[in-house]
């Protein structure tokens, strides 16, 4: 979660460097903390306000958020401009889909005029399964252009990436998930040119062109 440090940095004023170290010399990481869950949001516009004074540095900022609808939750969505919802294939994901719209509505009377949901992107799925390929089909019908046609296979070296401590296009670059965010990228930058008339650029990572070299990269978990 790349935001609850700056939060827990204004509430309990601590001398954090805001920045961590990351494969590419473009992106700044702020992982998250254990702290997160003693944290008491009196100010539901602290996101905002400091994302605000951050506009000239930086393109995007994605945050990372709980699956469910929280505080920290409706703080990220006041300070933010589009939705990305992951979900699994499956009805009890979906069914949380109607709670995030009744929110998402709320917030833009009250709060945020600006917010909207850029899409659904379902995650860890098994194109051979006939039901995650109906659910799927299902809801790309009944919701249009709030689903992205991308979706992020299922596979175990997922698991090894987060296990190495490394990004999955470093890991291994030419895997089925790994192909399959590159292109969701490329989906939802389009999609963000559409909604903005703005041109957005994606780089793909130099990760893609080459086999990984560093010690760990090629160990491979047996399953």
């Known amino acids: 979660m790349c935001w609850f ?21 473009n992106v700044d990481i702020i992982p998250s903390s254990q702290e997160i869950n003693n944290i008491n949001l009196s100010d539901r516009y602290v996101l905002r ?7 000239k540095d930086y393109d995007f900022c994605i945050i990372d958020c709980p699956p469910h609808l929280s505080k920290l939750t409706i703080c990220a969505m006041i300070a933010g401009d589009y ?46 399964k006939a039901l995650d390929t109906h659910i799927i089909n299902s809801s790309i019908e009944n919701m249009r252009d709030n689903v992205f046609k991308t979706t992020i296979s299922r596979a175990s070296v997922v698991s090894q990436a987060r296990f190495f401590g490394k990004p999955l296009v470093y890991y291994k670059p030419r895997s089925k998930p790994a192909q399959d965010y590159i292109e969701f990228t490329k989906e939802g930058a389009k999609k963000l040119e559409d909604v903005t008339n703005k041109y957005v650029k994606v780089e793909t990572s130099s990760a893609e062109t080459k086999e990984d070299s560093e010690q760990g990269e090629n160990t491979e978990i047996s399953t």
Do not use: M, Q
Not at 7 to 24: Q, R
Not at 49 to 55: E, R
């Open 5 to 25: 440090i700056i939060i827990i940095n204004i509430i309990y004023k601590v001398s954090l460097d805001l920045k961590d170290n990351t494969y590419e010399t």
């Open 49 to 55: 306000k400091l994302l605000s004074s951050l506009d």
């Open 83 to 128: 939705i990305i919802v992951p979900s699994l294939a499956d009805t009890d994901s979906l069914g949380g889909y109607d709670l995030l719209i009744s929110a998402v509505n709320d917030i833009r009377r009250s709060d945020n005029s600006n917010l909207s949901i850029l899409g659904v992107l379902f995650c860890n799925v098994e194109k051979t």
